[in-house]
């Protein structure tokens, strides 16, 4: 469609936009998909084509339901429904009519579900529309009734009345072959949802199992880490009627696999290769020459020069989203993990017999729940209210800020660090302390928790502690005798960059340094490759908008996370000596995303990176310590613990990688 459009650029009659945004929909992709139907809709509007109009509002309101913007999304559906009866369009009016009971089951599913008298009642209601889509017949390939008649079982579960809705879902085929991936989902995650409620486990899983198997196949066919991430979406729903049914057992280990189960299928890599793609490699040099053109320009002083700044760092943006649209167009070709058991978990635990820590964090009903698991077994915490937990994450966070902000006065400087001491204390108390946990410690999240400073919590001084979105496997080394080989580089516009490049690598038996021009994205790129400790002295940045551009600032512009997808890393160690590059932004589906994931999704052992703003003093000081230590042990997350262990003030580094000793699966 965007093809179509470079080509007539005078068709600005909404429909090219439209093909596009419906693709992105069932992409997953909603924000990029509401954002061209925005679009879309006035030009359609003004070439007087009524039912494309229609069909844009209702794939608007689709997305707005999947952005939970529930009263926006009911809202678009309605005016959908009355266009499509106006233009006599039957069977597209039942399409629309279905996707506000969709809309009403889940605003009241996320706000409390009524009495059982109104479930019913909207059950015969969705009953009564799917008569409707019999009588009217598909549009292109959507079977209303079939939708219609999944929420009317979801409101019959809802109601107790488990048999009735066995009689409806009898009427559902088992096998949606051809339809969307989305409804093929949503069938499965239904029939588990009754399976579980009529109080057969073994059925329930099953289903869970079935819907998973549909959503692996879907992400093995997607080429980057982008696509795979947004694909996510369409498994929350069955994730958290596994996670939830797992909960009503009151068994910690079925919390685990549940959860383990979801984060799974959308872990790990998508390409195993990159794409030799001359147009995406022009668009991206392109928009490195922009952003290094904005970084010569002069800060605070001149304010024409702020303006050109601004608008170099807006054409380079527009650049990166063409980037990422080319990306979503690879296809796949890696397997999909599979989920950690907690089984195999605890055998490994028990074989080890060091006293290592698994604590596996999810929110859930309000709460910050943990699953705790050592040799011995698996116990459920329940730890905290999450919305307290998640304001003293933002307290936290915002502390870090200004403690590494090096023009702040010294009083209140002091302010912060006693603030964060205090936050970091009562955060410890809640989250980590009840695990006690007294050696290793090994913690699964996701947002918000992800990005604390898990190394900085009072218990865990001197402690070796892992972080990672999900519990990995085969992230150890290789066990081969030979010296490893190490690169170490200098970024531009930081203090003594330079001699702390050559300070590390002069550490290492095969260490080299790479300063001034030879520090390089390309240079740094292929020694990502083949090198097993990798050390980038140099400023960095997350981008929260589009994490896949994070970045670390060398000597011809920004190296992004985005163009290291693909590359196979030889599980090597990552230390990111660079502000706030360890920060990740959560998608649509629960997937965090950002240049430390992407590392780890490509076969990095491990990497160390700052969740906040690290000041060039401190970095100085940790990473000489850090170095020697991981040279003696080869360990990185003891090396972190050990550099870390006598500095004053909390340093937000983190070491992100795997349990060890869990072998590939």
């Not at 889509?133 to 579960?157: D, Y």
């Not at 937990?389 to 302010?415: C, G, K, M, T, W």
Request: contains cysteine; charged residues 25%.
């Amino acid at each position: 469609m965007d093809d179509a459009r470079r080509h007539a650029p005078e068709q600005d009659d909404g429909i090219p936009l439209l093909g596009k945004a419906e693709v992105l929909v069932e992409a997953g992709l909603w924000t990029e998909a509401n954002a061209a139907l925005a679009d879309a809709i006035p030009q359609l509007q003004r070439a007087g084509l009524r039912l494309d109009r229609a069909e844009a509002e209702y794939f608007r309101a689709r997305t707005l339901l999947g952005l939970r913007r529930y009263p926006d999304a009911k809202r678009w559906a309605a005016l959908a429904r009355r266009h499509f009866q106006a233009g006599g369009h039957a069977s597209w009016a039942v399409v629309a009519r279905v996707l506000e009971l969709e809309i009403e089951l889940s605003r009241a599913r996320s706000q409390g579900v009524p009495s059982a008298r109104a479930c019913r009642r909207r059950a015969l209601e969705a009953l009564d529309v799917a008569d409707q889509g019999s009588a009217t017949g598909a549009v292109l390939g959507r079977e209303p009734s079939v939708g219609a008649r999944l929420i009317a079982v979801q409101w019959l579960v809802s109601a107790g009345d488990v048999e009735a809705a066995r009689g409806v879902l009898a009427e559902v085929p088992a096998n949606l072959q051809g339809a969307p991936v989305s409804l093929r989902v949503q069938r499965s995650a239904v029939a588990a949802e009754l399976a579980f409620a009529a109080g057969d486990r073994p059925a329930g899983l099953r289903a869970v199992k079935r819907g998973f198997g549909i959503l692996a196949e879907h992400r093995a066919r997607l080429g980057s880490v982008d696509s795979v991430a947004a694909a996510a979406v369409h498994g929350v729903s069955l994730n958290w009627t596994d996670v939830a049914a797992a909960q009503a057992t009151g068994r910690a280990s079925a919390v685990f696999d549940a959860v383990e189960r979801g984060r799974a299928t959308f872990a790990g890599a998508a390409r195993v290769t990159p794409p030799d793609d001359p147009e995406s490699a022009e668009l991206l040099a392109t928009a490195r020459a922009l952003l290094a053109r904005a970084r010569e320009l002069p800060v605070d002083t001149d304010p024409a020069a702020a303006r050109e700044r601004a608008d170099l760092h807006r054409r380079a943006r527009v650049l990166q989203d063409r980037l990422r649209e080319r990306s979503w167009q690879r296809t796949g070709d890696a397997e999909v993990a599979h989920a950690v058991t907690s089984r195999e978990l605890v055998r490994l635990l028990r074989g080890r017999g060091d006293g290592a820590v698994v604590a596996d964090y999810i929110v859930a009903d309000g709460r910050v729940l943990a699953v705790r698991a050592d040799g011995r077994g698996m116990r459920l915490l329940d730890l905290a209210d999450a919305a307290h937990v998640a304001e003293r994450v933002r307290r936290i966070r915002a502390d870090l800020q200004i403690v590494s902000n090096e023009l702040i006065p010294h009083p209140l400087h002091d302010v912060a660090v006693a603030s964060l001491a205090a936050g970091l204390r009562r955060l410890d108390d809640l989250l980590v302390r009840p695990l006690g946990a007294e050696s290793d410690l090994y913690v699964a999240a996701r947002d918000p928790l992800i990005a604390l400073p898990w190394s900085s919590f009072p218990s865990r001084r001197g402690l070796r502690t892992a972080v990672n979105s999900h519990v990995a496997r085969g992230r150890v080394s290789d066990g081969d005798d030979r010296e490893p080989r190490v690169l170490a580089v200098a970024g531009p516009g930081v203090p003594h960059a330079d001699r702390e490049a050559e300070s590390v690598a002069r550490g290492w038996a095969r260490g080299a340094a790479l300063t001034g021009a030879e520090a390089s994205t390309e240079s740094v790129r292929r020694a990502l490759a083949d090198h097993d400790v990798v050390h980038l002295a140099a400023h960095g940045r997350h981008d929260a908008d589009n994490p896949l551009f994070a970045c670390i600032e060398l000597a011809d512009g920004p190296l992004f996370a985005h163009e290291l997808d693909g590359l196979h890393l030889p599980r090597s160690v990552v230390v990111l000596s660079a502000c706030e590059v360890g920060g990740s932004s959560p998608g649509l589906g629960g997937e965090v995303l950002g240049l430390t994931s992407v590392l780890l999704r490509l076969g990095a052992r491990a990497v160390v990176a700052s969740v906040a703003p690290l000041p060039d003093a401190v970095a100085a000081d940790v990473m000489p310590r850090l170095h020697a230590e991981l040279r003696a042990s080869d360990d990185p997350e003891a090396a972190l613990a050990v550099a870390l262990s006598d500095v004053d003030e909390p340093v937000p580094l983190v070491c992100f990688s795997s349990v060890a000793g869990l072998s590939p699966a």
